[in-house]
């Protein structure tokens, strides 16, 4: 097993500029206004499209036997004053069942300090590993997995719990393998 890292993956970089933001009090390259903000959200909306119906697109060709449908709302106004953009995908016995759809969701509450991504029901995902390529196939999940508790335990308190925000110079993560329990 390799545990050398020689840069963030995709999902720490994210939590690094996010947490960044929260430290700097800006978002993206310096924006300050509720006005810009809303600005990138915009433009990160037409930036995330292709991908989010990419990812629905491969759930329904792969899941659901390409019985369902991607309906994208585009960026809007959300009912708190702010902005969110949702793409779903409904099939048949979801919408029979009077069940959520597969959602992808960007929003930029009218409280937030910046934008956020979730689904619509995400809390847990099967763990079904029974050899070591299914363990490496698993690695997009767990960086996910772990990158949304980081940011969940943020926002349960603020930016300051994280290291690399509060003390960028500091050691870098890859330096110390994590201690085990």
């Given at each position: 097993?390799?545990?050398?890292?020689?840069?963030?993956?995709?999902?720490?970089?994210?939590?690094?500029?996010?947490?960044?933001?929260?430290?700097?009090?800006?978002?993206?390259?310096?924006?300050?206004?509720?006005?810009?903000?809303?600005?990138?959200?915009?433009?990160?909306?037409?930036?995330?499209?292709?991908?989010?119906?990419?990812?629905?697109?491969?759930?329904?060709?792969?899941?659901?036997n390409a019985a369902g449908q991607v309906r994208a709302s585009g960026a809007i106004r959300a009912g708190d004053g702010g902005l969110a953009a949702t793409w779903a995908l409904t099939w048949p016995q979801q919408r029979t069942e009077g069940i959520d759809p597969i959602s992808l969701v960007a929003h930029y509450g009218r409280g937030f300090h910046h934008p956020h991504l979730r689904g619509a029901t995400v809390a847990e995902w099967p763990l079904n590993v029974f050899t070591d390529e299914q363990a490496a196939a698993e690695v997009p999940t767990l960086r996910a997995i772990a990158t949304a508790d980081l940011h969940n335990l943020v926002f349960q308190r603020d930016f300051r719990i994280v290291p690399a925000i509060t003390d960028p110079h500091g050691a870098p993560a890859a330096a110390a393998a994590p201690k085990e329990a």
């Open positions: 097993m390799n545990t050398s890292v020689t840069r963030p993956t995709a999902p720490i970089g994210a939590l690094l500029r996010h947490f960044a933001d929260l430290r700097d009090g800006t978002h993206g390259d310096g924006a300050v206004s509720r006005e810009a903000k809303e600005e990138l959200f915009h433009q990160a909306v037409a930036l995330l499209d292709p991908y989010a119906r990419q990812v629905l697109a491969e759930v329904n060709t792969h899941l659901l």
